[in-house]
């Protein structure tokens, strides 16, 4: 047995190198940060106590805090889910009129970093400028004013729907049409199908979707605080933001029980989920097939109407806003030729600050793609194709950081590697490492929280490849890692390049964790652009926004593409 | 009950016709059998019955009411036919128990709460599952989740019953259980049911009329002991029963095969070329007849499957003495049939 065991360690060589240091990786920068926030909450100079957990729960803003951020969270949950479902049942279900474009269209909202919808939005409905308050000539009091929590929620609800959207869609899709038909055959009317047989049967889909929306509110930081930080709406994850940023003692107390409190809430809603989607499980199957298409009348064109209004909103208005604002010369005065320019883009790109920003999100995010899909191959590959023990850890260990709210994972960060860590044997041999304040913090906090990814799009790809492939290149002479690089890989490569662009493109833009984990020397993109949106300059906010959206929706019609329309959107 | 007329019906997606002109009267009662190869339309034309798929022309009569008539822009739609329907793949609803799945189309009847649960158990006993009302479906077995299905589309009553392949994803063993039962629930009901297979088995055993389609046409349509034995062409020949063709020249009113005289009915057909089709359990080995090569023997319990070679032409055969691949024997037909050489 256990003979067995090393030789197929033996025999699979550098893979399982790679398996034991990315399984210790993980622990070190997942695991060890969670333990350590996790004792820090209860770890004073003075001994084991309960005083600042207690001190940050009595605290009255702490309880504010949590409301707003479950208002939040609900709030785009519901919307989300509003939008999505109907959405959903629309193009999978009724004779619309171009559904393939729609759907696409309906889905990049999804793709673009959330805070540069925001940053539109803000451009367009705050109280001072906004350009849709001129316009309808609203000001002073009666100006509609973004900064309160209906307009997070608005924001997130018009980026995230398209999650509940997608989920809804392919739970629909995958539906044995003649579930729906022996309704009809049984005297139900259309809209009767709908509410007793297609949507009973797509609850576990939409609530798993709306619980991910849930989530995603409940996590998200950068919407809140670009939209909620002037009208002082706090949500958990800013005011762990602000309670570090002051960084005394005590507020840096604060902020770790502030995660901690984030930390449970999250791993609470992450746990109904797994059990949703189990039970999802259960009540789909069967085959699908094409399902018979609800004739919509004169409603087609209200239909379409309505679902173009939608991508309209969540997508072509505020980056169309963007688009303007970035060309426009000076901020104050408003949209006339001769104050329109590539000024803006001059002054950004040909500033060495900005240019090191995006230097360093670049190499960053494409590092971290390289290392989430390398470990996730091998991680998946040891999982499906081996017997060894404790093969499902990474796999399974790789979700774990992913459902946690970046800003918990990074407080974890700040305070395991805040100080110098010494791995050594003797007084002899040892290294000293300091990661704090340095690009590596930066690229394991990434690296960590995207793994998932690389595992997953991994998981689907060698699901695809029949073991008899390998079994053949096996009983052919090849040994394991041949098999793997000389077989596995080439087949599982655009897969693999789909997951190493959906890794890359969110951690280039990449906030929550960035920001509280950024060192003079290393700034990001996302940082950048924050510090313009908030101190600096709207209009160069605007460059770098319009950049960073131009190129994620460009990386995902590439990942469409590469995966034959199976990823991206 | 009701009977049904399909009055040259027609169905096309796009520029591709599916169903081109298919008439047909089923008279309140009957049980009839749509039969094809895959692709040929049967499942089409139950969804035009069923009012799940508007035809693109002809008419579609239940009982005297028109349900649908593209000429004169009517279609009623399913829920307003009260057919009972009845699918591959069983479509059982996996969010309602047994008795709910029986109970929903009662409910939309408008039907009360007891007389509703009388009429639940009545269809579930019909179908030997008036145990099982209170499980779920996917406590079931695949025999069982069909069974609830069916007791679904008895216990609304319907003026038809229509079957899609209704067994094609059973075992055999089950498979010929449930169309025992089946036989038995039309005999008790005297429903008019309209069931579509691609198993002739099925077919024959279960059916008053069998419907052969082919490209979306009917071939013929008869009792299934006239469509067995007097097929009208080549094709419904040899889709029913393992027919095999033999190439011949029709000379006066004879044909001869390896030299020796068959009789066959040649009325109405051109002199020349033709083919004769053979029905395994028409042949029988001879001591003097046509010479014939055994070229391979398979056991069959009952009975030995012989292929021959007749004048350079395989053939199968159906004896009860055993021969041994490579014997040179001498066979006889007891019942041949000519077709045209040109019919398919
Ligand atoms: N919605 C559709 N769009 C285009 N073609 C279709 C559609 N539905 C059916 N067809 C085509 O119509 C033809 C007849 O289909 P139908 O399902 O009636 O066949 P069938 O006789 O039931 O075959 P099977 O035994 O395989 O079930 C097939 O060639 C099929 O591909
Ligand atoms: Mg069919």
Known sequence: MQRAVVREL????????????????????????????????????????????????????????????????????????LLGVPAAWLLARTDLPGKGVLKTALSMPYAIPPYIMAIGWITLLNPRNGALNSLMGLSGDAAIDIHATWGIIMCLGLSYFPLVMLQTHSALMGMDPSLEEAARTSGASPMRVVFTITLPLSVPAIASGALLTFLIGMASFGVPYLVGNPGRVKVLTTAIYAA??????????????????????????????????????????????????????????????????????????????????????????????????????????????????????????????????????????????????????????????????????????????????????????????????????????????YLAYGVRASDAALTQIDKSLEEAARTSGASPLRVVVGVVLPIMRPALVAAWVLVFLPVLGEITMSILLFGPETKTLGVLLFDFQSYESPPKAAVLATLLALTVLGGNLLVKRLSGGKLGI | MASVTLENIQKAYGDVQVVRGVDLAIADGEFVALLGPSGCGKTTTLRMIAGLEEPTGGKVLIGDEIVSNPAQNIFVPPEKRRLGMVFQSYAVWPHMSVAQNVAYPLKLQGSGRAERDVAVQRALDMVQL???????????????????????????????????????????????????????????????????????????????????????????????????????????????????????????????????DVA?????????????????????????????????????????????????????????????????????????????????
């Open chain 1, 244 to 449: 570090i940023d002051v960084g005394t003692d005590e507020h840096v107390a604060e902020a770790v029980a502030l995660a901690v409190v984030l930390g449970v809430v999250a791993a609470l809603a992450l746990v109904a989920n797994r059990w949703l989607v189990k039970r999802g499980r259960a009540l789909t199957g069967g085959k699908a097939g094409r399902p018979s298409l609800v004739a919509l009348g004169r409603f087609r064109v209200v239909a379409a109407g309505a679902l173009w209004g939608l991508v309209g909103f969540a997508l072509l208005l505020p980056l169309s806003v963007l688009v303007v604002t970035s060309f426009l010369g000076t901020y104050g005065k408003g949209l006339v030729a001769e104050n329109l320019g590539l000024s803006n883009y001059a002054s950004v790109l040909g500033d060495t600050r900005t240019l090191g920003a995006i230097w360093n999100s670049l190499w960053l995010a494409a590092v971290a793609a390289t290392i989430c899909v390398l470990i996730g191959v091998v991680a998946s590959y040891f999982r499906s194709r081996t017997t060894i023990p404790g093969r499902a850890f990474l796999p399974w260990f790789a979700e774990l950081p992913y459902a946690i709210p970046g800003t918990v994972l990074a407080m974890g960060f700040i305070l395991a590697f805040s100080q110098e860590i010494w791995f050594g044997l003797t007084d002899v041999f040892y290294i000293r490492v300091l990661l704090f304040n340095t690009a590596w913090i930066l690229l394991a906090a990434y690296c960590v929280k």
């Open chain 2, 264 to 344: 066959v009915d040649a009325e109405g057909l051109p002199e020349g070329p033709a083919q004769l089709m053979l029905r395994p359990e028409a042949i029988v080995l001879s001591e003097s007849g046509i010479p014939a090569k055994v070229t391979s023997v398979t056991y069959l319990g009952d009975r030995h499957e012989l292929w021959l070679d007749i004048a350079g032409t395989a053939v199968r055969a159906h004896v009860e003495t055993p021969a041994a691949p490579g014997d040179q024997v001498h066979v006889s037909f007891t019942r041949v049939k000519l077709f045209p050489v040109d019919s398919p």
């Open chain 1, 10 to 81: 033996r025999e699979l060589g550098w893979l399982a190198v790679i398996a034991a240091v990315a399984g210790g990786a993980m622990i070190l920068f997942s695991a060890l940060p969670l333990v350590v926030l996790l004792l820090g909450s209860f770890w004073t100079d003075a001994g084991v106590s309960l005083e600042p957990l207690v001190r940050a729960l009595s605290n009255p803003e702490t309880w504010e805090a949590t409301f707003v951020t479950l208002g939040v969270a609900f709030g785009t949950a519901a919307v989300t889910v």
């Open chain 2, 130 to 260: 008036g145990h099982l009302g209170k499980r779920m479906p996917h406590q079931l077995s695949g025999g069982q989740q069909q069974r609830v299905a069916l007791a679904r589309a008895l216990a609304m009553e319907p003026r038809v019953l229509l079957l899609d392949e209704p067994l094609s994803n059973l075992d055999a063993h089950l498979r010929e259980e449930l169309r025992r039962e089946i036989s038995l629930i039309r005999a008790r009901t005297g429903l008019t049911i309209v069931y579509v297979t691609h198993d002739q088995e099925e077919a024959l055993a279960l059916a008053d009329r069998i419907v052969i389609l082919d490209g979306g046409r009917i071939r013929q349509a008869g009792p299934p002991p006239e469509v067995y034995t007097a097929p009208v062409d080549a094709f419904v020949g040899g889709f029913i029963g393992k027919a095999s063709f033999l190439p011949v020249d029709l000379v006066g009113s004879g044909v001869k095969v390896a030299g020796v």
